[in-house]
């Protein structure tokens, strides 16, 4: 969802602990940008409170007392909204970071962020790009350099060059202005290339495109 620049964007908080969430809307509260429209303690709050307030963005924890993270994210993301879903949390591990994405997570940080960086993240993912912390894109580019060569095969193969550069590109975190910048393109040209590479890999998110592309090139 593009947020409007005069609307502030909804968010949900949700994390198990209440001091936690106390000082993330005290944090938040400082931003005209953010209007925090409620907060989460469970899954079952989480997916419940979701779909009743349909924020544009969902702030999530991945530990929760009554099951992970990643299964609310992915029933908030079968809901008929277009709410975002940005991961918040101090545990990290490749694994842990494939899963976020393939369970449609929109973006991961972890909690060491500063307050203007994690504004910028909301904003970022309110706008419709994906956002990764740039330790976890450190990751993702050491689970993707070392098998680069592997993108010839398998479902990659119907990519054109130019449309598994974009891929890439998308699964380090970039946007599609940061790729223009990149490639040389313009965000125009970049938007048409990502969108034919949905289309080809029956996708439907940016995320579920990054994740896709570092799975592949695992293989």
Do not use: W
């Amino acid at each position: 969802m593009e947020a409007s620049e005069s609307k502030p964007i909804r968010l949900l908080l949700v994390d198990d602990h209440e001091i936690v969430r106390i000082g993330l809307k005290t944090l938040l509260s400082r931003f005209p940008r953010i209007n925090v429209v409620g907060e989460a303690g469970s899954v079952a709050q989480a997916v419940s409170e979701a779909a009743r307030l349909t924020p544009d963005v969902v702030l999530l924890d991945i530990r929760l007392p009554d099951g992970s993270g990643f299964d609310a994210c992915r029933q908030i993301q079968k809901q008929p909204t277009e709410t975002r879903v940005l991961v918040l949390t101090s545990f990290v591990n490749d694994s842990i970071i494939l899963e976020a994405t393939a369970a449609g997570a929109d973006g991961y940080l972890l909690k060491e962020i500063n307050g203007d960086a994690l504004v910028r993240a909301i904003e970022t993912v309110a706008a419709g790009q994906s956002i990764l912390d740039p330790s976890i894109t450190r990751r993702v580019l050491g689970l993707i350099q070392p098998n680069t060569e592997a993108v010839a095969g398998g479902k990659l193969a119907m990519l054109s060059a130019q449309e598994k550069r974009v891929l890439a590109l998308v699964a380090e975190g970039k946007t599609n202005k940061e790729i223009a910048a990149v490639l040389g393109l313009s965000d125009k040209t970049v938007k048409n290339y990502f969108s034919n590479v949905l289309d080809k890999l029956q996708l439907t998110r940016r995320s579920q495109a990054a994740v896709f592309f570092i799975q592949q090139t695992m293989k």
